[in-house]
């Protein structure tokens, strides 16, 4: 027995016994236009439901038995199949498992070109010490009345998280607060937080920071007023909006209009060589950063000034 007749023999089985439902298509194809083909179809249909003697034998993988039976008919039935049976059946799969290799190598070669191209962009996004956010949340916490167990003061204060939000509630001059949890420095970060302010004094002053602890016992550097040394840190002050940048080093500044109370929801983007700011919306800056953090990074607070207690900070949320 040729190559070519095992072949057609072991596709009409496969087909027959719905153990491939690809091959039982195909054989319905390219017999449908053809009376004598459709004919002989028929036939071993037939057979083949009489032997398992059950019309719904096809919704479960056949029995080894009755899988030889159905080949053993197939077998014996084929020499009477019409002349052109072989060539048009052989000549249907062959087209058919063309089209699935060619799938196939369509979609390697797309897997192949797509890994290439994230592989060229991560390079140059590295190289350029640029990175992007993919929006994943890292943190997150209303700040709204739940205990502060994830949080650690950064000077000898007092805080509360009241149904308002965040809050100072000691009497010293200044006070602040960080995440207990680091966040590393070679990816990207976003810092996304809400606070309300009081109409300030010439004093008082509310700041939000990402702080760089450099491998420092898990605390940011900080001075002794519990103002970041390594970090980006944006200050809300009476005269205006101040941005900072690694040793302080001023980064932008604005003044803002005077109002009896001011809210602002401010998005703080570490992008490793790059930082954005983005208050209530409008984009504040965007810009280059002297040098990179090292990390892991923090996320605080510092209040400071006689109004200190009526800062409200809440709606707190990381995004990498």
């Not at 036939?43 to 032997?51: C, H, N, Y």
């Not at 797509?114 to 390079?123: E, R």
């Not at 840190?233 to 932008?252: I, K, M, Q, R, Y």
């Not at 990390?295 to 900070?313: E, S, T, Y």
Request: proline fraction near 6%.
């Amino acid at each position: 027995m040729n190559t070519e007749d095992v072949t057609l023999q072991e596709l009409i089985v496969r087909a027959l016994t719905g153990r491939d439902e690809s091959a039982r298509l195909s054989l319905e194809s390219v017999t449908a236009g053809d009376p004598q083909l459709r004919q002989f179809m028929s036939e071993l249909e037939g057979i083949v439901e009489s032997l398992a003697e059950s019309k719904e034998w096809r919704s479960s993988p056949p029995s080894a038995a009755l899988t030889a039976k159905v080949r053993q008919a197939v077998v014996s039935r084929l020499p009477a199949a019409p002349p052109h049976f072989r060539t048009v059946v052989l000549e249907a799969d062959l087209g058919r498992k063309r089209a699935a290799r060619k799938v196939i190598l369509m979609l390697a070669v797309a897997a192949i070109l797509l890994g290439a191209t994230f592989f060229l962009l991560t390079k140059r996004s590295q190289e350029s010490g640029v990175f992007r956010l993919n929006g994943k949340v890292a943190y997150e916490a209303p700040l709204k009345g739940e205990p502060l167990s994830a949080w650690e003061p950064a000077l000898e204060t007092q805080w509360q998280s009241i149904p308002e939000g965040l809050q100072s509630s000691g009497s010293e001059e200044a006070g602040a607060i960080f995440l207990k949890q680091g966040f590393d420095a070679t990816s990207a970060l976003a810092f996304n937080l809400d606070v309300r302010v009081p109409d300030f004094d010439e004093r008082s002053s509310a700041m939000i920071y990402l702080a760089d602890a450099r491998g420092s016992s898990g605390r940011p550097l900080a001075d002794g007023t519990a103002r970041p040394v390594d970090g980006v840190a944006l200050e809300l002050t009476n005269d205006g909006l101040v941005l900072s940048g690694p040793g302080n080093a001023l980064l932008h500044s604005r003044p803002l209009p005077p109002a009896a109370a001011r809210f602002y929801r401010v998005r703080m983007e570490y992008l490793g060589r790059q930082v954005r700011l983005i208050v209530n919306g409008e984009v504040i800056f965007e810009g280059a950063l002297l040098k990179s953090f090292q990390g892991p990074l923090h996320a605080g607070v510092r209040v400071g000034g006689l109004q200190k207690n009526k800062i409200l900070f809440n709606a707190l949320r990381i995004e990498r």
